[in-house]
């Protein structure tokens, strides 16, 4: 999900294609894109137009899980979709990158058990799908109190679900269990159109997060599970100072690290940075990377050791000319011409810029919730 661009809706003659659109304005939850996202995704994996509300809320949840729990992004303090989200990963007892049929099962489990996060999320079933719609009945639901909106859009999409000029997105059907239909002339847009109306989601949802976590990111890359991480040029790169120095260092742990016995760790955790930028990745001991995890190292403990091997290493890469694609990360951060700067550039000049760049990021990580103060313990 990088480079996410505006989407506008497809355009339709016989479907108030505005409404749909208008359910994405002035939105202070995240509630309505993860609904609309989970039945894009219903409609792609099943191609049927009734969906059970709990399944679709399971999916809702199962979604935000990465965003919430791996990521840690915030979705504001007034947003109960993303407040359950954290509290299901408190409770669920699964890993942080589980798969989202098990996250799903997780939620109908509280559900069924009725516990307090089980009645958080029939809650969600009691407004979501309901206020959704409210957009396609804005006149009719001018000055009726909040109690009574639920059973009047119910009724209202009942009657038009048929209407030639104007059909609702989907009216409520009870079979085994309370689900939602959508309308046959919408199934068939949103079935022509879902790349575009998943991206037109999705730009509003990116656009709803950056509001809520300004310093972090890489939004758009924290949507959903991580993708494998590609470390074959960070490996190189530190294969190459092993090969001039004949050894390396462990940061954390002191230890020596030879050719094929070492891990590579970034220091700003990846989940944080999402990408593996060569200036944030060292080398490491297995054990001690373990360890580390996700946590953010104790700046004040580490920093002048990874600053050091960092400064040693691009010094002792920048004299192989044909690696310079190797150092293409260090000449975008530190903002020189070319390699031959780092060779003239002294010790406290690299560790001031280093600093500059990965001390403000650690404290926004730090404010998210990540662990902090990591401190390695051999013990």
Not at 24 to 41: A, H, M, P, Q, R
């Amino acid at each position: 999900m990088v480079g996410l661009r505006m989407y506008s809706l497809p355009y339709s003659s016989h479907l108030p294609v505005s409404a749909l659109a208008a359910s994405f304005n002035d939105v202070t939850n995240s509630y309505k894109f993860y609904w609309f996202l989970s039945i894009l995704e219903k409609i792609k994996d099943e191609q049927r137009r009734t969906l059970p509300i709990l399944d679709l809320l399971a999916h809702m949840l199962a979604m935000v899980w990465y965003p919430t729990n791996y990521f840690r992004l915030s979705f504001g303090k007034q947003d109960r979709l993303g407040g359950i989200a954290v509290l299901l990963g408190k409770r669920a007892g699964l890993p942080m990158n589980a798969a989202a049929d098990l996250i799903a099962e997780a939620v109908l489990r509280h559900v069924s058990s009725d516990d307090d996060l089980g009645k958080s999320i029939l809650n969600l079933a009691r407004y979501v799908p309901y206020r959704f719609l409210r957009p396609f009945f804005a006149q009719d639901l001018r000055g009726i109190r909040d109690t009574e909106v639920n059973s009047r859009i119910m009724g209202l999409a009942f009657s038009v679900f048929h209407d030639p000029v104007s059909p609702c997105l989907y009216r409520f059907v009870k079979l085994q269990q309370l689900c939602i239909e959508i309308q046959p002339l919408w199934f068939d847009y949103l079935q022509q159109n879902l790349s575009i109306l998943r991206g037109f989601c999705l730009w509003h949802l990116v656009q709803y997060l950056q509001k809520n976590n300004p310093n972090v990111p890489n939004i758009a890359g924290k949507l959903f599970e991580p993708q494998e991480r590609d470390l074959r040029q960070a490996r190189e790169f530190w294969n190459i100072v092993l090969e001039q120095k004949g050894w390396l260092e462990c940061i954390y742990s002191g230890s020596e690290l030879e050719r094929g016995q070492f891990t590579l760790d970034h220091f700003i955790p990846w989940s944080f940075v999402t990408h593996d930028a060569l200036w944030n990745i060292v080398p490491a001991s297995r054990s001690a990377n373990s360890s580390k995890s996700d946590n953010l190292p104790k700046i004040e403990h580490y920093f002048d050791a990874f600053s050091s091997a960092q400064f040693e290493a691009v010094k002792i890469v920048s004299e192989r000319r044909s690696f310079a694609r190797l150092l293409e990360d260090h000449v975008l951060l530190f903002k020189v011409a070319s390699q031959d700067d780092f060779l003239l550039m002294d010790p406290e000049s690299f560790r001031k810029t280093l600093f500059n760049s990965i001390a403000p990021q650690i404290q926004i990580a730090r404010n998210m919730g990540f662990p902090s103060e990591w401190v390695y313990n051999n013990k």
